[in-house]
C-alpha cells in the first residue's frame, strides 16, 4: 500500500531529520507538530502544521495539539471499507498512512522531578492516542516509536516491500510501549505517594537468552526491570542461569555488611563468609571455611578487588567473581583466567530491590524482601548465662549470614568467621548436625545462629556437644521453655530475636 501523508511528532529526535529527508524523497508528506516541525523545516524541508490540518491552533499550554477528530479519522479509516472513505472524502479528511511518534520522557524526568505537580506535565497524552490508533488500524497505517526501526521501513519503502507482517510487527512494538509507559506512570505515581495497589505491575525487557536453564533441557533467558543496571559483566565467558541465581545470593548477602567481607555461594548457600579488617583476609578466612566446596564456587566481595585478593582467588578454580570495583592489577592477574567471569555490582541500586517475585502454577508470589535482622525492643537474653560482647557480636554476624541460608538452617561461627553450615533439611537437628559435621575450623567457643525456633532441645544439645557457646534465634516454639532450659543445663547463652527468618 503506498505511503501518502505521515504525521511525525517525536520527542527523542535522533535519526528523525535523515529519516524525514528520505520520506520525503519518495514523495510522502509531512504533518508535524511544534518542536518537531521546527527542526525539520530548519532542516529545509516542506512541512505541514498539524494546526494548518485541523484548522485549530494548539491550546492549554500545548496539552491539545493532535487530539482532533480530523488526526483520528485521518488514522483509523479502514482503507477497504466504502463508508469509511465516503465518510473522509465528505468531510476533506486526508487519511494519515504513516504515525511516526515517540512520548514525553516520564521516566527520564522522574529521577528529577519530585513534585507529582510537574511531574504530570511529562504525561503524554496524545502521543499514546495517536499510536494506539495506529497499532489498532495497522493493516492501514505504519505506526514508528523506535528510532530502530527508521532505517529498515525506509529501505522497505524504497523497494515497495512492507508487508502485513511486518507492520503486525511494529504495531504489537507499539502496543507494548503504550503498556510500558502506562505502567511505570502507574507505580511511580504510587510510590510517591507511598500507597499500595490491588494491581501490581512488572515491566520486564529481555537482555540476553541464557544457554539454558538449571538444566540443558530448560529454557531460559534473562529480563531486567526499568531499575538501574545492577550488574555489568566485564570478563569470562557468558553467565549461565544458575551463576546469575548464585550471584544474587553472593551480592545481597555480602551487602549485608560494613566492614570488608567476603562471601563464598555454592548452589545458592554460603559455604564461606568472613569479615576482616582487609578485603585479601576476609577471603582467605572465608576460603578456610570449607575450600572443597569454595571450588567452582561464585565469590562475592563489598570491596574492590586489590592485587593481593585477586592473588588468592586466582589460587582456586572459581565461576564467578562480584565486586563492586576491580583494580587495574586485579584485573591483570584474573582476566588471565579467560573463562572466570568478572561482574561488576552496583550497591547503591542493589539497595532499591524490594520485591521479591516467584512464580507457581497459575500465579505469582510477590512479597518484601527480607531487610530486617531484628528489633532491637523485641531481642532479649532469655538465659542465665548473658553473650560476651565479643560472642554478641559473632552471633550478629551468624544471624546475618543465617537469613540467607535455605531453611531449616543452622549457621556457627566463631567471631566473624562462618565455620560450619547445615542448610536445606527437614529436621532442624539434622542441620545442626550437618553444620558440625561440615565444619573443618575448630568448633569450641563458637556460636550458632538458626534461622527459626527450635521445637525441641535435641538440636541445642548436638550444638553444646560441638562446644558452641551461644545460640541466637528467633524463640516462638510452644517448648521455648525446655530450650532456654536446655541452654541454661549446658551453660550457653541464648538470646530470642523476635524475628524469623525461612528462606524456601
Known amino acids: ?53 485541523t484548522g485549530y491552533p494548539e491550546i492549554l499550554n500545548k496539552r491539545v495539539k ?7 479519522a485521518g488514522i483509523l479509516a479502514r482503507r477497504d471499507v466504502d463508508e469509511d472513505m465516503v465518510t473522509l472524502k465528505k468531510m476533506v479528511i486526508e487519511p494519515i498512512d504513516m504515525v511516526v511518534v515517540n512520548f514525553y520522557p516520564f521516566d527520564e524526568m522522574s529521577k528529577k522531578i519530585r513534585s507529582i505537580g510537574e511531574l504530570i506535565e511529562y504525561i503524554d497524552i496524545g ?19 523506535d528510532p530502530k526501526d527508521y532505517q529498515w521501513v525506509l529501505d522497505g519503502l524504497r523497494k515497495g516491500k512492507i508487508s502485513e507482517k511486518d507492520r503486525f510487527k511494529l504495531a504489537l512494538k507499539a502496543f507494548s510501549l503504550t503498556a510500558e509507559y502506562d505502567a511505570f506512570i502507574f507505580c511511580h505515581l504510587l510510590k510517591m505517594r507511598k500507597l499500595d495497589a490491588d494491581k501490581k505491575f512488572f515491566v520486564l525487557k ?7 536453564g538449571e538444566n540443558p533441557h530448560q529454557k531460559a533467558a534473562l529480563y531486567v526491570s526499568q531499575s538501574e543496571k545492577i550488574y555489568e559483566q566485564i570478563h569470562g565467558k557468558e553467565l549461565s542461569y ?45 576460603r578456610q571455611t570449607d575450600p572443597v566446596s569454595a571450588f567452582g564456587g561464585i565469590v562475592g566481595l563489598n570491596r574492590a578487588v586489590d592485587e593481593e585478593t585477586a592473588k588468592l582467588l586466582s589460587e582456586t578454580f572459581l565461576e564467578v567473581i562480584v565486586a563492586p570495583q576491580f583494580s587495574e592489577k586485579a584485573l591483570s592477574i584474573l582476566t588471565a583466567k579467560k573463562n ?34 531484628y528489633d532491637k525492643k523485641s531481642i532479649k537474653v532469655v538465659t542465665k548465662v548473658k553473650p560476651t560482647k565479643a560472642q554478641m557480636e559473632s552471633l550478629l554476624f551468624a544471624w546475618k549470614v543465617c537469613k540467607y541460608v535455605k531453611s531449616n538452617a543452622i549457621v556457627i561461627a566463631r567471631g566473624t568467621q562462618l565455620v560450619g553450615v547445615g542448610a536445606g533439611q527437614m529436621s532442624r ?41 551461644a545460640i541466637i ?21 541464648m538470646v530470642f530475636t523476635g524475628i524469623r527468618h525461612f528462606k524456601h
Open 1 to 53: 500500500m503506498k505511503v501518502k501523508n505521515a504525521l511525525v511528532s517525536v520527542w527523542d529526535k535522533r535519526g528523525i531529520v535523515e529519516f524525514c529527508k528520505g520520506l520525503s524523497e519518495l514523495g510522502i508528506n509531512i504533518i508535524s507538530t511544534g518542536g518537531t516541525a521546527s527542526l525539520l523545516k530548519s532542516s529545509g524541508m516542506s512541512v505541514k502544521g498539524v494546526s494548518e490540518l
Open 66 to 72: 493532535t487530539l482532533h477528530t480530523f488526526i483520528y
Open 127 to 145: 502521543g499514546p492516542s495517536m499510536v494506539r490508533a495506529s497499532a489498532k488500524n495497522y493493516k492501514d497505517v505504519l505506526v514508528i516509536v
Open 206 to 212: 529481555k537482555v540476553e537468552d541464557l544457554r539454558y
Open 242 to 286: 544458575n551463576n546469575i541465581i548464585d550471584m544474587s545470593s553472593a551480592v545481597l548477602l555480602v551487602s549485608e555488611f560494613e566492614n570488608p567481607t567476603a562471601v563464598i555461594i555454592k548452589h545458592t548457600n554460603p559455604c564461606g563468609v568472613a569479615c576482616a579488617k582487609t578485603l585479601s583476609e576476609a577471603y582467605k578466612n572465608a
Open 340 to 373: 572466570l567471569r568478572l561482574v561488576r555490582v552496583n550497591f547503591k541500586e542493589l539497595k532499591n530491590y524490594k520485591v521479591e517475585l516467584r512464580s507457581v502454577p497459575g500465579g505469582y508470589l510477590i512479597q518484601d524482601t527480607d531487610r530486617i535482622d
Open 429 to 469: 537437628v539434622d542441620s545442626a548436625k550437618i553444620a558440625v559435621m561440615k565444619a573443618l575450623l575448630p568448633l569450641k567457643d563458637s556460636v550458632a545462629a538458626s534461622d527459626a525456633f527450635f521445637p525441641f532441645r535435641d538440636g541445642v544439645d548436638v550444638l553444646a556437644d560441638a562446644g558452641v557457646k
Open 473 to 493: 534465634q528467633p524463640g516462638g516454639s510452644v517448648r521455648d521453655e525446655e530450650v532456654i532450659k536446655a541452654a541454661d543445663e549446658r551453660k550457653i547463652a
